[in-house]
């Protein structure tokens, strides 16, 4: 076999169904054994990034490995920003690029990029194969980092000489054998035994649920923990859907944007058990003010997260699913405190609000209520980036994991339509619903075509404000509403310093989305008032293929509650209405 | 308060680890005081030397990230651990136009080695404890030092 031939194969070995993948000279190999595969399911996505994000939503929606197939230089550097995205949100996936030949590595040949050197901070691990003898080992052990321990994205650069010359006695290794990586599984049952005996003896403790939870699959695992012992709980944006919003116990998501209850919570609890969640600074806020009064126990199955941003009292390395069952038999069952209760009627007490008249502009927060109403139970919801993803995570009924996909970490514009249509290839008969910005759709609208094409049957939403909304939001609040250049409707005829939608603001929108959509051979339908929201969602819904709905909504809507940036999470700015109120 | 720490990793010999261990240093904003990598008896295996000077907190920090690189297979903090003997080499081109019989008096006192002997100065080179080549060096400073090679420090493990 040929080194592609090779590579090829070992997908297959891993169980790989779907390929996200781009074309160019020093890969041509690999396309050429790929030229009459039938197993695979090849995606021609029309950029580089848009695969890795379409691998990643693959990855995030089912568990397994995603894959994305560059080429050298310019293909491998478009893969840059999905790979950073993978790896800040821990995302299982394998990004396989080619490289120029051996002889001419290190000569600045043609599309001869470092692709090692720029991975090397933004992969879990990463591969430069020189040697054909090394290609299968690279492959199997490819796999393993990125689905094992702390999931994470890894990179395989190969070298176009490698990927045409021969291996005799190829064979897929059977077994890794890597003696710098072994991931702790088992949490260690003294430290277990101390985390049950601190939970017991508490007063106000908390459950930190993220990320890691949905990783682990540990949800069930934390719902008994948590009901047997009556510990109320709050979940990250990227643990949401562990549990359905109306658990009893759950106070909803903390942060920046997190919720009244969730963040007040954190800051009086006496013990916080933080169990798969990173303590990032959306969540903390100030941390030199962050929790004053608890003591922080921390379960992850990475030991360079515990100790990174607070002290922790009580460490515990493993797997979420292994160390909350063990401590779920250990923990005895208690019935719901004062403080139980007190948190759960702040919950009660502090609903979310906004404003929609019935003949007004849309408002936001309604789209994505009506969104969560006229969906399907086990529909999954990507956002792109900015106002209307914190929008889609406070408004949403999430109902399970695996469900909600975000780019969190990052931050990544562009992330929602591309990463939509990865979850719709791996569930094609699921509802895939993005939720997208205006601004952020254009980052990757080209991938229209690709859904198109494919007949990827994803229901993109967009939530357009004619703004860069949540940039306007900052220059709002923090800077005296001096809107530069965030309004994607400001032509050179604007007086420049132009404070907010007026009379004398140009009429049109570019582009015109729904033309966009139908352009690329998908159903474009726009709805600018109540009316009109539920009727294109249901004909949306309702339509086999590819849809676009454009929502024109409210264009000056903030995003609330709010954490001002710097401060404690207790600070929190929950909006004109309320606050007159 | 930031103190030395010497951190002594095993890691695989594979191309691009010295860059991984460095770059993950820089990254994260620390400086590597010194820094040496070296084969040992097993050929697969390399042992590097990294002294830094942080905090305890930030020194624990980098051990973490560095024992989750793949080919970093063992790290450990040596700086405050009787277990492991220290040793660093140096090499030392020292002026010998100031007072020259006490300055061989004292690279004799130190059991120093004298590599050459030209008119105007002496070449030496020294191995011992950190504290010893601390002492060396301050001794022979005001004699004027021409030039400093330092091996940075190296350990063993001795039980
Ligand atoms: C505009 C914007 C606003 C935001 N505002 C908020 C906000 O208000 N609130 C909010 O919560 N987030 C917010 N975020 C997201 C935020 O930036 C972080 O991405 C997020 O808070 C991190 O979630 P996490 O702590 O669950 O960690 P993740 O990034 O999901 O990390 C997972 C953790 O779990 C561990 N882990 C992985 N697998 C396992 C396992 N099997 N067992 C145990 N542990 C495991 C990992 O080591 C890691 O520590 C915002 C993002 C954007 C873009
Ligand atoms: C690639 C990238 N560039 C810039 C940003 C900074 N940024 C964060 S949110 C945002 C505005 C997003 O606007 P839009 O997509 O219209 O969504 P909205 O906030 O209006 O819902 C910007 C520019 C980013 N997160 N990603």
Redesign the pocket.
């Given at each position: 076999m040929n080194g592609s031939q090779i590579v090829i194969d070992a997908l297959k070995q891993e169980g790989v169904e779907t390929l996200f993948g781009y074309p160019g000279g020093v890969v041509i190999p690999i396309f050429d054994a790929l030229f009459k595969e039938k197993e695979l399911n090849v995606i021609l996505n029309r950029h580089e990034q848009a695969a890795v994000h379409g691998a990643d939503g693959y990855a995030r929606s089912t568990g397994k490995v995603g894959v994305a197939l560059v080429t050298s230089g310019p293909g491998a550097t478009n893969a840059i920003t999905g790979i950073a995205t993978a790896k800040?949100?821990?995302v299982p996936i394998v990004v396989i690029s080619g490289q120029v030949k051996n002889g001419f590595i290190g000569t600045d040949g043609f599309q001869e990029v470092d692709m090692s050197g720029m991975t090397r901070t933004i992969s879990k691990h990463n591969y430069l194969v020189n040697d054909i003898a090394d290609l299968p080992k690279a492959m199997k052990e490819a796999f393993h980092i990125a689905r094992t321990?702390?999931?994470g994205p890894v990179s395989i650069d190969i070298p176009v000489d490698v990927l045409i010359s021969v291996l005799e006695d190829y064979k897929y290794p059977e077994e890794v054998k890597l003696p710098g990586y072994k991931p702790t599984i088992k949490g260690n049952p003294k430290q277990i035994k101390k985390l049950a005996d601190t939970i017991q003896a508490a007063e106000k403790p908390l459950f930190y649920?993220?990320?890691?939870?949905?990783?682990?699959g540990?949800e069930k695992e934390l719902l008994t923990v948590v009901e047997k012992t009556n510990i109320p709980f709050v979940?990250?944006?990227?643990?949401l859907g562990t549990s359905d919003v109306d658990h009893p116990l759950f106070l909803g998501?903390?942060?920046?944007?997190?919720r009244y209850a969730a963040n007040h919570a954190m800051m009086q609890c006496d013990l916080l058990i933080a169990?798969?969640?990173?303590?990032?600074?959306?969540?903390t806020g100030d941390l030199s003010r962050f929790a004053p009064k608890a003591t922080i126990a921390h379960?992850?199955?990475?030991p360079a997260?515990i100790g990174k941003n607070i002290q922790t009292e009580i460490p515990v390395v493993?797997?979420?699913?292994h160390?909350l069952k063990e401590l779920g038999k250990t923990l005895k069952a208690r019935p719901a405190n004062g403080w139980c209760k007190a948190v759960t009627a702040w919950r009660d007490e502090t609903p979310l609000s906004y404003s929609q008249k019935p003949n007004k502009d849309l408002a936001p927060q309604h789209v994505i209520e009506r969104i969560s109403e006229l969906s399907k139970d086990d529909a999954i919801i990507v956002t792109d980036?900015?106002q209307h993803?914190?929008f889609a995570?406070l408004y949403y009924q999430h109902k399970s994991p695996r469900c909600f996909l975000?780019?969190?970490?990052l931050?990544t514009m562009g992330y929602g339509l591309p990463a939509a249509m990865g979850a719709s290839l791996a569930y094609p008969k699921r509802q895939v619903i993005g939720i997208i910005g205006d601004g952020g759709f254009q980052m990757n609208i080209q991938e229209l075509a690709t859904c198109a094409i494919n007949n990827i049957p994803v229901k993109a939403i967009i939530l357009n404000n004619q703004y860069l909304g949540?940039v306007r939001q900052w220059q709002d609040l923090f800077w005296n509403k001096r809107y530069s250049k965030v309004c994607l409707k400001q032509t050179p005829n604007c007086p420049p310093n132009c404070q907010g939608p007026n009379p004398d603001c140009p009429e049109v929108y570019r582009p015109d989305f729904v033309k966009v959509a139908e352009a690329n051979g998908v159903k474009g339908l726009r709805a600018s008032n109540v009316e009109e929201l539920d009727t294109v969602l249901k004909e949306g819904f309702a339509h086999p293929g590819p849809v676009v709905i454009e929502c024109i909504v409210r264009k000056e809507e903030n995003v609330y509650p709010m954490?001002p940036g710097g401060k404690p999470i207790d600070e929190i700015l929950l909006g004109p209405e309320k606050e007159e109120a | 308060m930031k103190t030395k720490h010497t951190i002594r990793l095993k890691v695989l010999n594979t191309v691009g680890v010295m860059a991984r261990i460095t770059g993950l240093i820089s990254q994260r904003g620390y400086n590597i005081d010194s820094i040496m990598s070296t084969p040992t008896e097993i050929p697969e295996i390399y042992s590097v030397h990294l002294v830094l000077t942080e905090t305890e907190d930030k020194i624990e920090q980098i051990s973490k990230q560095l024992n989750k690189l793949v080919d970093v297979v063992k790290v450990t903090d040596i700086s405050h651990n009787k277990n492991y003997i220290v040793r660093e080499f140096i090499m030392v081109k020292i002026s010998t136009s100031k007072n020259r019989t006490d300055l061989l008096q004292l690279i004799d006192l130190f059991r120093a080695k004298v590599l050459d002997l030209a008119t105007n100065y002496v070449v030496i080179s020294l191995t011992g404890s950190p504290r010893k080549i601390k002492r060396f060096i301050e001794a022979v400073q005001p004699f004027g030092i021409q030039e400093l090679d330092r091996s940075g420090e190296f350990a063993v493990l001795d039980v």
């Amino acid at each position: 076999m040929n080194g592609s031939q090779i590579v090829i194969d070992a997908l297959k070995q891993e169980g790989v169904e779907t390929l996200f993948g781009y074309p160019g000279g020093v890969v041509i190999p690999i396309f050429d054994a790929l030229f009459k595969e039938k197993e695979l399911n090849v995606i021609l996505n029309r950029h580089e990034q848009a695969a890795v994000h379409g691998a990643d939503g693959y990855a995030r929606s089912t568990g397994k490995v995603g894959v994305a197939l560059v080429t050298s230089g310019p293909g491998a550097t478009n893969a840059i920003t999905g790979i950073a995205t993978a790896k800040l949100d821990s995302v299982p996936i394998v990004v396989i690029s080619g490289q120029v030949k051996n002889g001419f590595i290190g000569t600045d040949g043609f599309q001869e990029v470092d692709m090692s050197g720029m991975t090397r901070t933004i992969s879990k691990h990463n591969y430069l194969v020189n040697d054909i003898a090394d290609l299968p080992k690279a492959m199997k052990e490819a796999f393993h980092i990125a689905r094992t321990g702390r999931p994470g994205p890894v990179s395989i650069d190969i070298p176009v000489d490698v990927l045409i010359s021969v291996l005799e006695d190829y064979k897929y290794p059977e077994e890794v054998k890597l003696p710098g990586y072994k991931p702790t599984i088992k949490g260690n049952p003294k430290q277990i035994k101390k985390l049950a005996d601190t939970i017991q003896a508490a007063e106000k403790p908390l459950f930190y649920t993220g990320g890691g939870i949905v990783a682990a699959g540990a949800e069930k695992e934390l719902l008994t923990v948590v009901e047997k012992t009556n510990i109320p709980f709050v979940t990250t944006l990227m643990g949401l859907g562990t549990s359905d919003v109306d658990h009893p116990l759950f106070l909803g998501m903390p942060g920046m944007h997190g919720r009244y209850a969730a963040n007040h919570a954190m800051m009086q609890c006496d013990l916080l058990i933080a169990v798969g969640a990173r303590f990032d600074d959306r969540v903390t806020g100030d941390l030199s003010r962050f929790a004053p009064k608890a003591t922080i126990a921390h379960i992850d199955i990475d030991p360079a997260e515990i100790g990174k941003n607070i002290q922790t009292e009580i460490p515990v390395v493993g797997d979420a699913k292994h160390v909350l069952k063990e401590l779920g038999k250990t923990l005895k069952a208690r019935p719901a405190n004062g403080w139980c209760k007190a948190v759960t009627a702040w919950r009660d007490e502090t609903p979310l609000s906004y404003s929609q008249k019935p003949n007004k502009d849309l408002a936001p927060q309604h789209v994505i209520e009506r969104i969560s109403e006229l969906s399907k139970d086990d529909a999954i919801i990507v956002t792109d980036v900015g106002q209307h993803q914190m929008f889609a995570a406070l408004y949403y009924q999430h109902k399970s994991p695996r469900c909600f996909l975000s780019s969190g970490g990052l931050g990544t514009m562009g992330y929602g339509l591309p990463a939509a249509m990865g979850a719709s290839l791996a569930y094609p008969k699921r509802q895939v619903i993005g939720i997208i910005g205006d601004g952020g759709f254009q980052m990757n609208i080209q991938e229209l075509a690709t859904c198109a094409i494919n007949n990827i049957p994803v229901k993109a939403i967009i939530l357009n404000n004619q703004y860069l909304g949540m940039v306007r939001q900052w220059q709002d609040l923090f800077w005296n509403k001096r809107y530069s250049k965030v309004c994607l409707k400001q032509t050179p005829n604007c007086p420049p310093n132009c404070q907010g939608p007026n009379p004398d603001c140009p009429e049109v929108y570019r582009p015109d989305f729904v033309k966009v959509a139908e352009a690329n051979g998908v159903k474009g339908l726009r709805a600018s008032n109540v009316e009109e929201l539920d009727t294109v969602l249901k004909e949306g819904f309702a339509h086999p293929g590819p849809v676009v709905i454009e929502c024109i909504v409210r264009k000056e809507e903030n995003v609330y509650p709010m954490v001002p940036g710097g401060k404690p999470i207790d600070e929190i700015l929950l909006g004109p209405e309320k606050e007159e109120a | 308060m930031k103190t030395k720490h010497t951190i002594r990793l095993k890691v695989l010999n594979t191309v691009g680890v010295m860059a991984r261990i460095t770059g993950l240093i820089s990254q994260r904003g620390y400086n590597i005081d010194s820094i040496m990598s070296t084969p040992t008896e097993i050929p697969e295996i390399y042992s590097v030397h990294l002294v830094l000077t942080e905090t305890e907190d930030k020194i624990e920090q980098i051990s973490k990230q560095l024992n989750k690189l793949v080919d970093v297979v063992k790290v450990t903090d040596i700086s405050h651990n009787k277990n492991y003997i220290v040793r660093e080499f140096i090499m030392v081109k020292i002026s010998t136009s100031k007072n020259r019989t006490d300055l061989l008096q004292l690279i004799d006192l130190f059991r120093a080695k004298v590599l050459d002997l030209a008119t105007n100065y002496v070449v030496i080179s020294l191995t011992g404890s950190p504290r010893k080549i601390k002492r060396f060096i301050e001794a022979v400073q005001p004699f004027g030092i021409q030039e400093l090679d330092r091996s940075g420090e190296f350990a063993v493990l001795d039980v």
